[in-house]
């Protein structure tokens, strides 16, 4: 499949179009095109906005389309090839045919997610915002596709030590990967999130992070709050463009991770969620560890006075920034289920409609 390199409003939808390109591009980079419209599309967003974006990111980034696939994926040994890229295009037929097989997205993900699962970290968990944003649209062909990136991107960061939880607190997880000197004084060589996270995952101290956090009813609600408040912390004031950007990864993962949970069985949502949380767990040193807000900084953020909902959904539609739609987007969406207002306050900073004030 070819895409269009220039779209119009009169052109294929540009959502569409989207889905054809590869996953990835360059040195590994996840290509957020097709997630982004879709958030796009739920703010609000018109085909003439998805297009005026689409022509945008294709002029800054090298897109390819997908290529013929290397090899057919053997449905006896479809694991192994589990993350190797050039697999993408053979990952993507096999699923597209095993949906058909099956007849049902829901039996495709009963039968094949569970075992993706402790590669969850899969392209810096671009592959769940894929799986998370076609289970949102109801789009089952999208969701074969998004198994595929899932399977050649996989990227396991452990099974852990089988040790017992310490805790059921997802920031006390962050603040033991912060206490250990070997984790925190990590050092990396380029931006790419995934190449942080299985360097990080190499180091011995890191082995039991998996285990460490307890999984109850709560934990979703917790860990909703808690990648807020460290959010928040990179962003009033701003810290580094390079911490922010980790956090925002982190509170947007965690409305993905929600999407995706009703797929799976009660002892694979706890998995999901251990899974889940190793992979922020791995990328707090890049973040240069931050301390989450206290409820008292959070508090003084919350009264800050951020504009409604729709005026800030109409700058992240009318913005060429990939992070600023799929974070207002997750924002809203995590708003809506958790009712915490700072989610706003976050976002209308974000989109440069609030300025950034000391949360000190």
């Known amino acids: 499949m070819s895409p269009p390199t220039l779209l119009t ?10 889905r054809g390109y590869s996953a990835e591009f360059g ?23 998805a297009a005026r974006f689409l022509g945008a990111y294709l002029a800054a980034n ?25 697999a993408e295009a053979a990952y993507r037929a096999f699923f597209r045919a095993e949906l058909a097989r099956l007849g049902s997205a829901e039996t495709l993900q009963d039968l094949y997610l569970p075992r993706l699962l402790p590669g969850i970290a899969a392209s810096a ?12 649209s109801g789009n089952s062909a999208e969701i074969a596709e998004s198994l595929g990136y899932w399977a050649a991107t996989y990227l396991p960061l452990g099974e852990g030590i089988g040790a017992e939880p310490i805790t059921d607190q997802p920031a006390a997880v962050l603040l033991r990967v912060a206490a250990d000197p070997a984790l925190r004084g990590l050092t990396f060589d380029d931006g790419l999130l995934w190449h942080a996270m299985r360097r990080t995952a190499a180091m011995p101290s890191f082995a039991p992070v998996y285990n460490w956090l307890d999984v109850g ?3 979703m609600r917790r860990m909703a709050s808690d990648t807020l408040m460290v959010l928040a912390a990179t962003t009033f004031p701003r810290s580094s463009d390079n911490a922010e950007f980790c956090a925002l990864h982190a509170v947007t993962g965690t409305h993905w991770l929600r999407l995706v949970l009703p797929a799976l069985q009660p002892a694979d949502k706890s998995r999901a969620i251990r899974f889940f949380w190793q992979a922020i767990a791995s990328i707090y040193s890049k973040m240069g560890c931050p301390m989450p807000l206290t409820p008292e900084q959070a508090g003084r953020l919350r009264r800050l006075p951020a504009p409604d909902w729709p005026l800030i959904a109409a700058a992240a539609v009318a913005s060429d920034d990939e992070h600023d739609i799929s974070l207002v987007y ?31």
């Open 217 to 219: 009813r709560d934990t």
């Open 125 to 136: 968990l671009h592959a769940l915002m894929r799986l998370a944003y076609a289970r949102d």
């Open 9 to 18: 409003p009169d052109a294929a939808p540009a959502l569409d179009s989207a």
């Open 27 to 49: 040195e590994a980079l996840a290509n957020h095109a097709a997630m982004v419209l879709w958030a796009q599309r739920r703010l609000g967003g018109g085909e003439a906005d």
């Open 330 to 360: 997750s924002a809203r969406a995590e708003e809506a289920v958790w009712g915490d207002a700072l989610y706003r306050v976050v976002a209308a900073r974000r989109v440069g409609l609030l300025p950034a004030t000391d949360a000190g």
């Open 62 to 86: 090298p897109l390819r389309p997908l290529p013929a696939p290397d090899c057919v994926i053997d449905r006896d040994h479809w694991t192994a090839r589990l993350g190797d890229r050039q």
